[in-house]
């Protein structure tokens, strides 16, 4: 959706140009070359060795996302001290230790230059489509010392049991629809001139910072608190969500997702203007 939302507001020179560096791709990670599909590669690409060598997973996992502790917040040790590029080496070739900040700005940086060689332009472009829309999912911007949720298990009435990351990963986003396409097109009518210009700004340090907050305030700051508060959290057993909790989860996810697709857009069309 973030895909989607992102190529109706691509400047036609951009959208060309997008589409062209997406056909280069041969790696048959993704269904088509397709905005759409490839905003999906970097996770397939990640997950390709995962029951292997682990080559992909183990270099790339981390940067999709920046565990900002909620009571500690270090943007810095979130980011592993934001460690430099070998001299000479590509965004795409590590370090394995870096954060989802960092790299959209590596990225960023390769995919504006016409010097970087086509293959990494190419694959700056993969990751910018995924990790734009990563970075305004609230549990990749902050944790409670649970992995970003995923040690945290919750349910609610209508679902089964899971852990707080996928809820907001995958549960509170398929209810907006079993298609992508008009799930987008719905969230795209939804956005005024007004707010497209006020999302379609920022630095993706600024993003970071929303979506902290909301993590703070929302994901973890509206779940249910139970008898024992002191507990640490993934010791707590399964919390189980309120319907208030959810259908404020299921607004917000819908406003980032707006915000995501807006700011992929701005990002892209400033890269490749």
Request: hydrophobic share 35%; aromatic share 6%.
């Amino acid at each position: 959706m973030t895909g989607l939302i992102a190529e109706r507001y691509l400047t036609p020179g951009v959208r060309a140009k997008v589409a062209s560096l997406l056909a280069g791709d041969s790696s048959g990670l993704t269904r088509t070359a397709g905005i759409a599909d490839e905003a999906t590669w970097a996770d397939k690409f990640r997950d390709s060795d995962r029951d292997t060598d682990q080559v992909h997973y183990r270099q790339t996992r981390a940067w999709h996302y920046v565990d900002v502790e909620l009571d500690r917040p270090d943007v810095d040790a979130a980011c592993f001290g934001h460690p430099a590029l070998t001299p000479g080496s590509r965004a795409s070739e590590g370090p394995a230790e870096d954060c989802i900040l960092d790299k959209i700005e590596e990225f960023r940086r390769e995919l504006r230059s016409t010097a970087t060689p086509p293959n990494e332009r190419l694959r700056a472009l993969q990751f910018l489509l995924h990790l734009v829309g990563d970075l305004h999912q609230p549990l990749h911007a902050a944790d409670d010392h649970d992995r970003g949720g995923n040690d945290l298990l919750v349910k609610t009435a209508s679902h089964r049991g899971g852990n707080l990351h996928y809820y907001w990963d995958t549960v509170f986003v398929e209810r907006l629809g079993s298609s992508a396409v008009d799930a987008a097109e719905r969230l795209m009518a939804g956005i005024s001139d007004e707010q497209r210009r006020e999302w379609s700004s920022g630095s993706p340090a600024d993003w970071a910072r929303q979506s902290f907050e909301i993590a703070r305030l929302t994901a973890y700051g509206r779940l249910p608190r139970p008898a024992a508060d002191d507990t640490p959290r993934p010791s707590r057993g399964v919390l189980l969500l309120d319907a208030a909790y959810e259908r404020e989860a299921e607004l917000t996810v819908e406003l980032q997702l707006r915000r995501a697709g807006l700011r992929l857009a701005q990002l892209l069309n400033d890269a490749l203007r």
